[in-house]
């Protein structure tokens, strides 16, 4: 082979002595073959690929750019040298000897080569990144094989005068170009019409070298320094990372997947029948069989058993094991480009262990060529930087992964979710599917970031372990085996730990929930003045979490102890076995050096890979849920037809339904017609399967026979209301187009003009989660209105006059439903309860159990004394007291007939949050005053809503926005933490840091002289006492450096306890003393983040990131000491390098911070609109919508795609510095070691260059835990924020109340005013009156008049902005809150129970005998069923009092107030949903045990106050009449006004 080369170049190919000396030079033929064909070679494979482009002929040429006619201009001239190379050939061919024949190959080689370059840089420009990265490497390739012929050139050139002259500068100038070139293709090119796309985003255009080092990015970490960044300065996905690109690709791959796994499960379900399938049918399944059901059932214990014995096993079968076959199928370039950079990085990490033997061996021998050094030294740092791109390229890969299988699945789910039929529906609740979505594919997504550990980290392990055998032998496995030991260690740690968590994670929940429910009804304890027992409640609970908290960081602090020992301890012992073996074995800095190196590459594959395990444990139960999910069956809608049937808009045809495939049929053989064009009224009692016969048409069900045709489109307005978390105007287009005539024409005829002028942006304001803002009323005529303006062929209407009030009710009867409605031309449907409807609809159905007893007009019904008759007896006899002699009375189907004040819908559930009912009342009170004026005569109050022009006063936007903290975060923050931690914990803990590196430092230096001993004792045995004194004061070293740690995590564990007690303490008595008007500006949602996140982060996060910034910081330090010691040059070195560092530091963090920040907002609109899609389905699906909410579901999964990949490139970005970074010290520290090559001994040099090697990983951390620490800071700065806010006024003052006051109960009011919040108007304008001792004085006024006012007034939840309270001769204003409020009684509006036992709930500070107790009891008519209950009175009350019933509820308030039996009660009479019989024992009781009392009743309804002595009437906060109710009514008033509308007439015919 030699021979032919020799002859080919006419020289010398190969020998070993050019190197052997001082100035070592490669032979030239050498240079002339192998250095010029490697780069060429590597070319020519690659290239050809490059020039596909230019064949399809479909793609368009980009224009010219200069960066293109510079490379064109670069690559022409090199051509022309080689043209000249060879030209140079045949003219000294034909004057002498005939050349080797190596002088004409390589300038036609060449030559061909430059055409290609020239042919690809054409081929580019049909592509959008118009660089190559092949001809990138190429360069490089080229130059770096140049420099060895270049200074060999050179070399001789200075020995002696040049002898080819004209060859020599062809050279020059050939290589230049290629330098030249290499610099232009670092910059990206960028055509005129690709620059909208490089807005964009750059990546799209970026040169290779700037997508291997993410350059691209560098702008949007400048941006996000200089100004907080926004969701619109992030750059747009890449066309393929788009949600709907990779869920197509996704949706195709699991279709074929699923059908061949259901056909397994066909499979499966046969086996199975026909091993069952024996003789007699039975159950008799092998035993084995019968096993596996055992075992079933107890995995999922939860599920309800179905009974079906045909069903395999407790839980349907389900098609298995496709989910992740599909997914490697939609991803595999991804995989199969990560496996690649991973293994060329596996590969390289064993190279510098190698290197750094060869380097130490270089300085400890005498006779090396200084030449070798600096190879060595630019081989580390070339391994280094290779080491480094190809792992960021791999992290990125993987992340990538991470998220667009996360995107996919999300995008299955919700698909899946939108079509999935209502059995398989029911088998998950909304909150286990939106958990699919969070927690399930998030779990995709961790495990995608580490899959490839899977393979690499048994890679890695196996390749340290022989490349540690080579260098100590058998003894290794003393230093493995201490690694194998330490993982149960670990184990038995964590498995405890997860226990203490477990029984933590109770804890909070408890403290959440009762925080919750304080938060719910913080007026009521402030009513009662209840809160200190609260706050007792809360504290032992946050008592007990402290508790375990402690416990918990000791153990993690035992963890780390374990941790830190774990490197020392293996090299210990793998040295110490090492030496005692045998006295021949003497560790020397080679082997010691090169061994520590390669246990520190262990390390990491050792400790990923049970996490990686666990892991993928998890991500198996992910993957069954999904399937299981996935794989279910989709609404079959096939018995819906729509075929043309003249005349009739829907059909039913024998049809019988049932909610699941083997379930009783809900509808059964139901045969009806309905004309086009007709009204039909659906009626029958409750549950005679109303709303399943809608639910049918729908397609909502599963179809036993028979079938429905329905022709046209439907619009549907279901029974509860379904509202988006839109703007109002978006909520009715529901994604139709605007047409503003017929817009306002819907909103008119729905009576939703009123609303809107309440609503502070009109049709603009923005509706929160579930219509939270609006009243059931207005919900319920949106969701109307949605369907109207819809202008489909049929309207389905699910009982839509319900929530709303009588009057509404008719006037959307008269303008929308009824014969002369906006709709009249429609076919409508419409389910009722209302009777009064009933004589103007076209067609009755009458449904009883299910299928229609009767159908037909109105008179034919009655006329027919069938089950309508019976239904008209039963509803109608309610109605007809309510309605005086009037048939067409309007009233509410079901609910009790309430007065005409009580307009507020009977739909809400349960009380609300304060901020809900504050908006709601405002909203309300328009609303009434609206209906009002629509039913009576009183026309002026409905121009004056009219002519209002909509304010906009400050105090219209009721909840202020939260602060979202931005920019750097104070340092006063951290100081904050550390005062609570204790100044002197806080010392102590660093302290013990610096004596765990002081410690470090010691271990290594003694290190490095043991391994020198090999030089001193070259040729003499090893004393053995020198040997023992090594691995002692070694290993005494090492565990003073563990001690250390550990004395430290556990100071930092009580401070850190410390801190979080003071500040959640701080926190909590801090908001149960503040204002209310703070709660009803605040949402309960936030404060509950305050405690639940904050808190947490406080408790848990902080601590953690604390003590890693600590070690980080300190190992950082200690490294450069070390090599600062060794090479005291190297300290010039830090200067710039720390300088770089600090800056990408700074420009990353803040960067990345709010990145962080922009991905949990953008993330949790996903989940909502999820979540609201899933509880609005039948709507959705009824209007056929999927297609929109799809496309709404990927531009918001698209929104937070691109803020999680954004900040994915921002932590490749600055990986890359930072491990360029690292890699120059590793560089200067071995440069330096050759440099002073002479003075330095083996061991320090190994110290040296092996702690460099380290450092890169410590100072990625670093800037990990700092931004990591300074995103958690920030919950001290949001609890701080609430510490901070303004109180009330004192609980107890100086002044206190005479014993037994009030004794009799006289208030006077003096010129009172009061206002809800400074920037709103007064809402008492100057009140002036006198209530007598034991008088009963009724409080009456239109909604929004001030009544409710009054009641807050007199507890002072509202401070008085003029005038006084007396009670008493005492001025209410200058007592304590709680002297005030204890002596005083209400019984609240909204009945509000707290968690606990009953008698928790009537005496939460056991102020009172059980006897007292029992008697309130019996008074309240609760006796008896407290007595039945098996607790009896430690009866356990739910959340919000759900186990009671309403009634009962306010009956138990009613208790309340028997027992404190105060001088004054106030009754807030309720308005909701109380029934005639509780509200008739309630005033009963009051009027017997209150006789002595003064009471206050505002009152809704006028029967109950006609016989109190006098009557209160407010009319826009002033009193205008005050008097007896008999005189009131006799003069004309607006008493007598009101009585009227309430059909009262007379004192007498009160009607309770």
Known sequence: MSAALEEFCGSVFWNASFLTRPDADLPVCFQQTVLVWVPLGFFWILAPWQLLPMCKSRAKKSSVTKLYIVKQVLATLLMLTAVAELALAFVEDTEQDPLPAVWYTNPSLYIATWLLVLLIHEARRFCLCRDSGILFCFWTLSLLCGILPFQSLLRRALQAPISDVPRFVLFFISYGLQLLLFLVSGFSDIAPETKEITKKNPEMTASFLSSITFEWYTSMVFKGYRKPLEIEDIWELKGKDKTQAIYTVLEKNMKTAVRKAQAELEKRKRKKRCQEGGPDHGNNMSKAQSQDILVLEEKQPKRKKKEDKGDSGPRKDFPRGWLVKTLCKTFWQNLLLSVVFKLVHDGLVFVSPQLLKLLIAFVSDEESFAWQGYLYAILLFLTALIQSLCLQQYFSLCFQLGTNVRASLIAAIYKKALTMSSATRKESTVGETVNLMSADAQRFMDMANFVHQLWSSPLQIILSIIFLWGELGPSVLAGIAVMVLLIPINGFLVAKAKTIQVRNMKNKDERMKIMSEILNGIKILKLFAWEPSFEKRVNEIRALELKDLLNFSYLQSISIFVFTCAPFLVSLASFAVYVLVDENNILDAQK???????????????????????????????????????????????????????????????????????????????????????????????????????????????????????????????????????????????????????????????????????????????????????????????????????????????????????????????????????????????????????????????????????????????????????????????????????????????????????????????????????????????????????????????????????????????????????????????????????????????????????????????????????????????????????????????VSQALFLLFATILSAQGAMRASRIMHQQLLSNILRVPMSFFDTTPTGRIVNRFAKDIFTIDETIPMSFRSWLSCFMAIISTLLMITLATPFFALVIIPLSVFYYFVLRFYVSTSRQLRRLDSVTRSPIYSHFGETVSGLSVIRAYGHQERFLQQNESTMDINQKSVYSWIISNRWLAIRLEFVGSLVVFFSALLAVISKGTLDGGIVGLSVSSALNV?????????????????????????????????????????????????????????????????????????????????????????????????????????????????????????????????????????????????????????????????????????????????????????????????????????????????????????????????????????????????????????????????????????????????????????????????????????
């Open 1256 to 1552: 890169t990983q410590t100072l990625n951390w670093l800037v990990r835990t700092s931004s990591e620490l300074e995103t958690n800071i920030v919950a001290v700065e949001r609890v701080h924020e609430y510490t901070k806010v303004k109180n009330e006024a004192p609980w107890v003052t100086k002044k206190r109340p005479p014993r037994g006051w009030p004794s009799k109960g006289e208030i006077q009011f003096v010129d009172y005013k009061v206002r809800y919040r400074p920037e709103l108007e007064l809402v008492l304008q100057g009140i002036t009156c006198n209530i007598g001792s034991t008088e009963k004085v009724g409080v009456v006024g239109r909604t929004g008049a001030g009544k409710s006012s009054l009641t807050n007034c007199l507890f002072r939840v509202l401070e008085a902005a003029g005038g006084t309270i007396i009670i008493d001769e005492v001025d209410i204003a200058t007592i304590g809150l709680h002297d005030l409020r204890q002596n005083l009684t209400i019984i609240p509006q909204d009945p509000v129970l707290f968690t606990g036992t009953l008698r928790m709930n009537l005496d939460p500070f056991d102020h009172y005998t059980d006897e007292e107790v029992w008697k309130a009891l019996e008074l309240a008519h609760l006796k008896t069923y407290v007595q039945d209950l098996p607790e009896g009175l430690l009866h356990l009350v739910s959340e919000g009092g759900e186990n009671l019933s309403v009634g009962q509820r306010q009956l138990v308030c009613l208790a309340r107030a028997l027992l404190r039996k105060a001088k004054i009660l106030i009754l807030d009479e309720a308005t909701a949903a109380v029934d005639l019989e509780t509200d008739h024992l309630i005033q009963t009781t009051i009027r017997s045990e209150f006789v002595d009392c003064t009471v206050l009743t505002i009152a809704h309804r006028l029967h109950t106050i006609m016989d109190s002595n006098r009557v209160m009437v407010l009319q826009a906060g002033r009193i205008v009449e005050y008097d007896s109710p008999e005189e009131l009514l006799k003069k004309e008033g607006v008493f007598s006004a009101m009585a009227k509308d309430a059909g009262i007439t007379n004192t007498e015919t009160t009607v309770l």
């Open 592 to 1038: 010691a050096f090169t061994s520590i190196s390669l246990f520190n590459v262990l390390r990491f594959p050792m400790a990923m890979l049970p996490l990686v395990l666990s892991s993928l444990v998890q991500t198996s139960v992910s993957t069954k849920r999904l399937e299981r999910y996935l794989g279910g069956e989709d609404l079959d809608t096939s018995a819906i037809h729509h075929n043309p049937i003249a005349g009739s808009a829907v059909r039913f045809s024998e049809a019988t339904f049932a909610w699941e495939q083997d379930g009783n049929a809900v509808i059964r053989d139901v045969t009806l017609d309905i004309a086009s064009g007709s009204l039909v009224a659906v009626v029958g009692t409750v549950g005679s399967g109303k709303s399943s016969l809608v639910s049918a048409m729908l397609g909502e069900m599963e179809n036993i026979k028979g079938h429905i045709n329905i022709q046209g489109s439907l619009a549907y307005v279901p029974q509860q209301a379904w509202i988006q978390n839109a703007t109002l105007k978006d909520n009715i287009l529901f994604g139709s187009e605007l047409d503003e005539a017929r817009y306002q024409q819907v909103i008119k005829a729905c009576a939703l003009l009123p609303d809107l002028e309440l609503l502070p942006a009109g049709d603009q304001t923005e509706i929160g989660e579930k219509g939270i803002n609006l009243s059931g009323g207005q919900k319920q005529r949106v969701s109307l209105a949605r369907a109207v303006y819809n202008n489909a062929d049929i309207y389905i209407l699910d009982d839509p006059l319900s929530a709303v009030d009588a009057h509404v009710g008719k006037y959307l009867f008269e303008h929308v439903l009824g014969p002369k409605g906006l709709l009249q031309k429609k076919t409508r449907i419409l389910v009722t309860h209302s009777v009064s409807f009933l004589p103007q609809v076209d067609n009755i159905v009458v449904l009883v159990a299910g299928a229609v007893s009767e159908h037909g007009s109105y008179s034919t019904l009655l006329a027919n004394r069938g089950a309508f008759a019976q239904f008209l007896n039963l509803y109608g006899s309610q109605e007809e007291d309510a309605s005086e002699k009037n048939t067409t009375a309007v009233a509410l189907a079901g609910d009790e007939e309430q007065g005409d004040e009580d307009i507020e819908p009977c739909v809400e559930e349960g009380p609300d949050d304060v901020v809900t009912m504050t908006l709601k009342r405002e909203a309300s009170i328009h609303q009434r005053e609206f209906s009002r004026s629509l039913s009576k005569s009183s026309t002026s109050s409905w121009k004056k809503a009219q002519e209002e022009p909509p304010k906009k006063v400050k105090g219209q936007q009721l909840i202020e926005k939260e602060a979202v903290e931005t920019g750097k975060v104070k340092f006063s923050m951290y100081l904050r933490y550390l005062r609570a931690v204790g100044l002197c914990y806080s010392f102590w803990v660093a302290m013990g840091y610096v004596g765990q590196y002081v410690a470090f430092v010691g271990t290594n230096l003694w290190l490095s002289a043991w391994t020198n001993d090999a030089q001193h004792y070259l040729n003499q045995t090893y004393p053995v006492e020198q040997r023992d004194l090594r691995i002692g004061v070694f290993g005494a070293l090492g």
